[in-house]
Structures are given as structure tokens and as C-alpha cells.
């Protein structure tokens, strides 16, 4: 993935856009899987490795922010009621070996923006079939 840039699965017919700047994005009544989606992400000091988009595997955990613990993302999609047949079309951003954002879903602990003026990675993604969002 492209930071700061512009990524396009083409299998999924979706668009990612990322960029670098203070910042913290809510999306509020999304749904997993419904596009648009935006989440902001804080720059963990230190982190390495790069951030990867995939799809989500059996045995697939996130330590959601605000919550005790992790969850595997298998109950994530039965919770949100995300049929079956579009769980594997739902992208997953993983970097360092952690699932740190499900679009439609929190951010993962340890990944949370604080505070607006803090720096942080906004992330886009859209249907491709859809206009470009500023």
C-alpha cells in the first residue's frame, strides 16, 4: 500500500487513499464493508514494517480500541452480521503482524488517534465505481 499515495485493488474494485497530516477522522453508523470508509491512524514511534491489505484469514484477531482483550474477526463479521459470501471481500489492514483497522469497524489499541493536531495516517477507501472523495 501506498503511503502517502493512492492504491487500487482491482480484484475488489476498490480505492485506497492514504495521506500523512494531523488529523482524527470518526466515521460514525458505518457498516464493515460499506464504502466509503475513513479511519485515522496514530504513527506508533518506532513502528516498522510496512502497511499491508489483505484479506482476513481463519484464526485472524484485533485488540479493539476501547474494549478488554482482542477479538477474533471471524466474530467481528458474525456481531456486524456480515454475510458469509462478502467476508472475503472486506479488506484488512495489518501492519507488523497486527490487524490495526477493519474499514466500518474501530481501530485497533494502540492505533488510536487522541488528539486532532496529532499526527496520523488517513486512510480512504472507496468503491472505485464511486467519485473521488477530497
Request: hydrophobic share 35%; proline share 8%; aromatic share 6%.
Amino acid at each position: 500500500m501506498k503511503i502517502p499515495g493512492e492504491t487500487i485493488l482491482a480484484g475488489r474494485q476498490l480505492r485506497i487513499v492514504t495521506s500523512l497530516k494531523p488529523g482524527l477522522i470518526k466515521d460514525r453508523n458505518l457498516r464493515i464493508g460499506q464504502f466509503p470508509a475513513k479511519a485515522s491512524l496514530r504513527l506508533p514511534t518506532g513502528a516498522d514494517g510496512e502497511m499491508v491489505v489483505r484479506s482476513w484469514r481463519n484464526g485472524d484477531r484485533i485488540r479493539p480500541f476501547g474494549m478488554t482483550g482482542s477479538k477474533k474477526l471471524h466474530h467481528v463479521f458474525i456481531d456486524a452480521k456480515v454475510p458469509i459470501e462478502e467476508r472475503g471481500t472486506i479488506p484488512v489492514f495489518e501492519c507488523g503482524g497486527e490487524i490495526v483497522w477493519i474499514p466500518g469497524y474501530r481501530v485497533a489499541e494502540g492505533w488510536e488517534v487522541t488528539t486532532p493536531y496529532a499526527p496520523s495516517l488517513q486512510i480512504c477507501v472507496e468503491s472505485k465505481n464511486t467519485n473521488p472523495i477530497n
